[in-house]
């Protein structure tokens, strides 16, 4: 257990921090499965527009340092052509 008190308040925040992540994190997850789903559904009108969502909560989460800049693209990649392969 940490004794100064500098260190304890570095715990808290840490904490506070991780939990927001996850909860970031999460909302991303259900963002990029809902996408999926609606391709698997062959609905394009909104599998498109969950794509554009998908893209933007991806490349905000990339500059936030959330995930990395390549995860995010290749995600975005994945559902590109997902969406690609169903439009066609």
């Known amino acids: 257990m940490a004794r100064r008190k500098a260190a304890l308040k570095s715990l808290r925040k840490e904490g506070k921090k991780r939990a927001l992540n996850k909860s970031r ?9 809902r996408c999926k789903k609606l391709i698997s559904l062959k609905d394009i009108p909104a599998a498109k527009k969950a794509y554009t969502l998908a893209c933007s909560s991806l490349d905000k989460a990339a500059k936030k340092g959330l995930i990395p800049e390549n995860r995010a693209a290749r995600k975005k990649g ?11």
């Open 25 to 33: 994190r999460l909302f991303l997850k259900s963002i990029i499965n």
């Open 78 to 88: 994945q559902l590109a052509r997902l969406l690609s392969k169903v439009s066609t």
